[in-house]
Each structure stands twice: as C-alpha cells, then as structure tokens.
C-alpha cells in the first residue's frame, strides 16, 4: 500500500544537542552562492539577495536552509578550499545574525570546511555529496562536530560523472554502498545519518527513475531518506524542458518521492513544495474527512 512506504514512526535529529522529531516530511531549500550552478535563480551573488531569498523560504514554510558554495552540476570544475570559504564566510556571517535560530546544512565535502562552518557559525547539518569519499578526514570531523550527517551516493567526480555511468543492478549497488559507509560511521559512533541516493549525480536517466521507484527500499536503513530532485535533468530529459520550465514536474517527482518513503525533500521552490507535502499528508491520512 502507498501508505505503507510513507511514515510509519517518527525520527529524530540532533539539531544543538536537543531531539528535533520528524513527524512531517522536511523541506530543505536550497541556497547557492556560486556563479554556475546549474539553474540560474538559485544563484545568489550577495547578501542582500541571499537574505532576501532566505526570508522569503521561511514566509513560504522551509524547515531547513541548504547553503551550497561549490558548484556540483554535471561536468563542474572544483573550485580550491580556499575559494569555497572566501564565498561562504560573509554570508554565513549574515545569515547567522540576520536568522540566529534557523537550520543550516552546509553542502561540502571538506572536513576543513565543515569544522569552520559549525564551529564559527553553528551550522546544524553538514551535507556531503561524496559520503567522505573525497576527504578521508570528513568521518572524523564528523564525529567530532557531532552534527548530522547527509551522505549521498556519487559515481566519479562531477566533471566525469556523467560519462557513461554504468550499474548491473543500480538499487542493490548503491543499498551496498550505503550499508558499508553507514557501517564505518556506526563503528566511530556517528548515528545521526541521513541517506541521499544522489539522483542524476552518476546515474542515467533510467537509473535515476528506478531509484525513484525503489526509494521506499532504502528504509531497511531506518534512517532519514533526502530526495534532491528539483528542477534536474531527469525531468527536463522527459519534458525536453530548460530547467527554468521545470517546475510542475519537480512538483510530480516531488509527489512520487513522498508516497515512495521520502522524509527530506531538497528544493529550490519551497512554496510548491511545501502545497505537495499538504496534498500527499490529506491524500494519505485524512480519508475520513473527504466526501468522495
């Protein structure tokens, strides 16, 4: 049943040393402070369009600000550890005086980077791309910072990801991913994980649909699933879109992501996502009050 691959119990983060429940789906918005992501709106070059936009989310109902300084669309070059801070650090500054109680997820694969940002500026959650894949320090920063910890599958490297990505069975590979990488974090004591099968990072777009469809077998996990689709070439492949017109079918993935077992949605338009998690909550849980 499509009830059975929603939430059946609650979870828990530890959000500055207190439990912050998950009874709901959380909507993560997304902030990026470079200047080639791959959807231009999400760009933001200054602090006043970064607080401006941030308000707005929070008018709109976000749970959780993702704050993202390294471009990781297919094909990006990195940019140095040196770049990544120089961007994040007067905007984190802002943000922190200008919203001291929100949720913040620094999207970053740096160890460096993830201890300044929670040391310096309380960030809440760090949200690496490569599960510690790129930074043999980031497992042991994390366990140190004791924050949670978003560990998404990648194949390769952004700049190649892309090139040809091949799975025999792309649902079983990335469960055996996962089960080593949340083994290593459980044998240094770090629990608090959150998984992200990576859509459209590695993958082809047949592997991105199958995962799609197969997202409520990551629960054997018992952990918090991330759904990052919004606005990605998996839609706009279909819909033969730009990702400027790829709004209602984020909202459709979105839809499918919630009945399959998501508990995060990643999004660049939370207004839209927050009505799909209102529809999908009545749709499932409020038969008794529809007259049908």
């Known amino acids: 049943m499509v009830k059975d691959k929603y939430f059946k119990k609650k979870k828990t983060l530890k959000i500055d040393g207190k439990l912050f429940e998950i009874d709901k789906p959380l909507i993560m918005g997304i902030v990026n402070l470079t200047p080639d992501s791959f959807y ?3 760009r933001f070059s200054n602090q006043e369009s970064v607080i401006i936009a941030i308000d707005e989310m929070l008018k709109n109902g976000v749970d959780i600000i993702d704050i993202g300084a390294v471009s990781t669309r297919p ?6 550890e040196k770049e990544e801070i120089s961007r994040l650090l007067p905007i984190l500054k802002i943000i922190r005086k200008t919203f001291p109680k929100i949720i ?4 970053t694969y740096r160890a460096n980077v993830a201890k300044l940002c929670v040391n310096d500026f309380n960030v809440n959650i760090i949200n690496d791309i490569s599960a510690g894949s790129y930074d043999s320090k980031m497992f042991e920063t994390i366990k140190e910072l004791d924050v949670p910890y978003i560990i998404m599958h990648i194949k390769g490297y952004p700049e190649n990801m892309q090139k040809s990505p091949e799975y025999e069975d792309v649902t079983f590979e990335i469960i055996k991913y ?3 990488k949340i083994a290593t974090l459980k044998l240094l004591g770090v629990n608090d994980v959150i998984i992200d099968v990576g859509f459209g990072f590695g993958k082809s777009l047949e592997h991105n649909y199958q995962l799609l469809n197969d997202l409520g077998k990551f629960k054997i996990f018992g952990l918090p699933i991330l759904a990052g ?3 990605k070439s998996m839609i706009n492949k279909v ?4 990702p400027k017109d790829a709004l209602n079918g984020t909202t459709v993935l979105n839809t499918i992501a919630l009945l399959n077992g998501a508990d995060i949605l990643r999004v660049h338009d939370v207004k839209e996502a927050v009505e799909c998690r ?3 909550d009545f749709y499932l849980y409020k038969d008794s009050d529809r007259n049908l």
């Open 40 to 42: 231009s709106e999400s």
């Open 75 to 80: 094909g990006a070059i990195q940019v140095t």
């Open 104 to 107: 913040i997820s620094q999207d």
């Open 178 to 180: 996962f089960s080593e």
């Open 229 to 231: 689709i919004s606005r």
């Open 239 to 242: 819909l033969n879109v730009s």
């Open 278 to 280: 209102k529809i999908v």
